[in-house]
């Protein structure tokens, strides 16, 4: 028969899960910064907050930070056919497939901040199926995802159908781009089991 | 050459996210609800300010709405040796196996409500194995999801893990009878399309 | 070289697989049945001669026995667009994906004993993709098939298909709810290792 | 609402499934039998009643019949540390993993039959971990499955298993062989739709 | 910070890895050849220079040895509507989605022999869908592909393919054949841990 | 029956498949180098004989090329406690999980070359776990294939067993860093069709 209870047994009661102090799971002492890379965690602070727990991590070896930073800046933030919210909803698609805690959280607070729509955030991080989507935005996700569940099937009728949809050369390379860099971006996340800074959880909602 | 732009192209700025009037994608008219399920639908109204959509779904069908809530009111909310707040984890652990958006969201919410941690829904939603678990609760999960993903291979070992974990034979009836119900929901939800209240996705953030 | 033998080595001669006297592996003492339950007991064991010992796992507490067998006599026998035999051709294609033997054998059972055909049966539980089958039945079993492997992918066009083979609206919720039950019901099976009762094997051949 | 009816709609009542007159879905004529393979195919009519399908389908090529023929009756039939009853086991296990319907219904009423239990028969072909297996039989499933499944997942440890199960090097090679043979035939005959001799369905039941 | 170094620490320097002597992991003494297989083998050390180390392997067992080498020569050097080359590519392709050591280097030599285009080799053994094929190529591995990947699944329209693109009836039988066969020989080399023959390595580079 | 024949049928010779002539397959115009990356070619072509096509194919956005380089080279270059073969044995364990054709010829090279062992540059790409390495290998190239194919199983266990096998903290970070980048870089190649440079096929054989 049932037992039913009124105060919660031993393990029953989850701990609190925003407290972890720490930007990952190694034990890596930060390096010391590079003027660039200090002027660039300052102005973090200055813009966001808080310096996102992605870099502290990396922090521990200030040349990794700067080609990191370099890298992930042009892909998300430099001129695109891609818009910056297209170029989020596709992080957070490939997030997804990936269950990656970091990135999901994150880039969902960034994909509801840039659409000024919660709810779009919440179905890039679900199932970006269920969302009512332009016929543009259902290729450009159907691309990335396939790219990240068996890159091996990509091929010719895949690009076709990003042309279809009204993508161009550079806009095709930008899909992938940004597609595939998640899927390192995830791992790394995983394998280190970066934390989310709490703030994301809060922002846009 | 990238195209920088500074008004969207059409497909390019996604449609509002919660504008949805139906509960589902199936076109079918509300059918004359019984006594007792209107006034299951006034308590909602009075204590929740809405009817959820999976009863609005349902409601096509007298008979059926009743034999669906007569189930999930037992299963989610009778006295059993899981909290209710464990039950609801376990839901969302499985529908994000599943990644059902109607069940993410709904469930999601009570999640965050029951535990007053708004961040314990998102990992539940995201990935369990990223949250900071008991004994209990990573063994609890562990195995709703693996009967989720391959329910052929859990055997006997699998129960051995839950007794190990402090769970008698009536909670792992229970364990499995709640992962089993959101195998269930999720894929019902998935093939109607089911559309989440918009309200939950504000709830206890 | 090959080592011939006269007689079995220890494990080589496998127990029979019949005997098996308890319904589940779960140790769970049968409560009081409610009159009700104890007259659909009753009922059982006059028109079928047994108990299913799905019930009888069940039966460990009497309202989740009413609310399970509530839910599943609506879901199989009540009027629908779909035949009987076709809620079990569902239910046995399903419990083939899901690998469940408990299902698989009462509910080949079934469809060997309502379609008269014990081959129809044994397809079924198979690969119902072998089955010489109308394009009703092969849209009916693929979309129940899909929704059970992969249902975050079931949209808009699953639904479409099941249109443009005859269903009605009404139609494709019941072949949808057929199919996510089985996936319910597969997995509460497994967790708890229910034996089917040995008649079912010689049913209908 | 839903509808009723009397009287099955188009498509709603299944053909019957053991009609099939033709081995297989190639169109292909038998060749002439060489004098060894018409005694074979006289002495499977004189013992058995029937040729099998497998038998007919390859006799479209004298050569390739006697070399199918030899090879497979060397596997299952010549002396081995495995009983044949244990080398039929196999042949279903990995049947089911591939849902082959020639060879699930051929090698189940062979598993039937020679161990006179028409239940292990079924176990077999549903999910043979929900069978009373010894540790020899579960061990040899096991190793047989993996390598259906993932075999370049297999090593020296999955071979340190079956040692540890009382298998030799001679009985690992044979149940590999049989394992890895019913991955050909399994495909030979979802290739090319080989269709069961109707009889099979109703040995040993 | 990093450290860099000088000398490999212990295990960093991987062994050499073309000095295995033994043909496999099993401990099978090479039983005595019949008059037929031993002039079997003289011819391949004659012609090839070496024995293949699958016979070494199969020659623990005369009988075996005989079987599977009638087996073998019929399907790739017998008069077929497929040249020798389209056999090894099947092969090959096969062979990658399994990821067996030995037929890759194996069949993957003979690729790059019989179409004296080492390129064509390497792409058989990472990805064909990387190759530039014609149709009839292209479609003929995609069945064979398809046929390794998921079996149950190939049916009527995969055979019609294979007819659009050319392929008659006898044709269909080989292709399958073929691939069916590699999905054995596979197994079978990975069950045991079957060495490649090193002189494979280099050959038609 | 069979054909023979003794020309080839229209789409039966293969395409000789080291002719392409371009970097990849989108129309994307080489843009104008910055000095830097003009003198990086200019070391490529003195050094190497050739640029290598993944970076011809960054090539057409000068900020893009540099970000990649400076991101690739302080991953495979820089001084780590993982050696270069080490980097290159992970990145081909992973472009065989992805089946990237290019990163397979071009990093199977690098192996060959660094091991001076053509073999063991064939093991990574085709199943490294055929391979014979040391504990510290095995269990560098599990983790990394783990984080390729489930990144979200991924947590302290997995960290702990790279520990037990001598990994510091901040190896475990460039075996992370390196396995996650390629499978950035092999999506990237498969989403544009990189091709590599014939010369690598034939390097360190």
């Known amino acids: 028969m049932a037992t039913n209870h009124d105060k919660p047994k031993p393990g029953e009661q989850p701990a609190r899960q925003d407290a972890s102090a720490s930007a990952m ?47 992930y800046n042009d892909l998300m933030l430099a001129p695109s056919g891609l818009s910056k919210l297209e170029r989020e909803m596709i992080a957070v698609a490939v997030s997804s497939v990936n269950r990656c805690y970091y990135c999901l959280t994150a880039h969902g607070a960034a994909v509801r901040r840039l659409s000024d729509d919660p709810v779009l955030g919440e179905l890039m991080a679900m199932n970006y199926r269920a969302a009512d989507l332009s016929p543009r935005h259902r290729a450009m996700l159907d691309f990335a995802v396939k790219l990240t569940e068996t890159p091996h099937t990509v091929g010719e009728p895949d690009r076709a159908a990003l042309r279809a949809a009204g993508f161009g050369e550079r806009d095709i390379w930008d899909v992938a781009a940004v597609a595939a860099f998640f899927n390192m971006s995830n791992r790394m996340a995983s394998a280190v089991d970066m934390r989310p800074n709490a703030v994301y959880h809060r922002q846009a909602r």
Chains 1, 2, 3, 4, 5, 6 share one sequence.
């Open 25 to 71: 799971a190694l034990d890596l002492a930060p390096g010391s910064l590079s003027a660039e890379n200090q002027a660039y965690f300052d102005t973090c602070l200055e813009k966001l907050g808080f310096v996102p727990n992605v870099l502290v991590a990396y922090a521990h070896d200030d040349a990794k930070l700067s080609a990191f930073s370099a890298f």
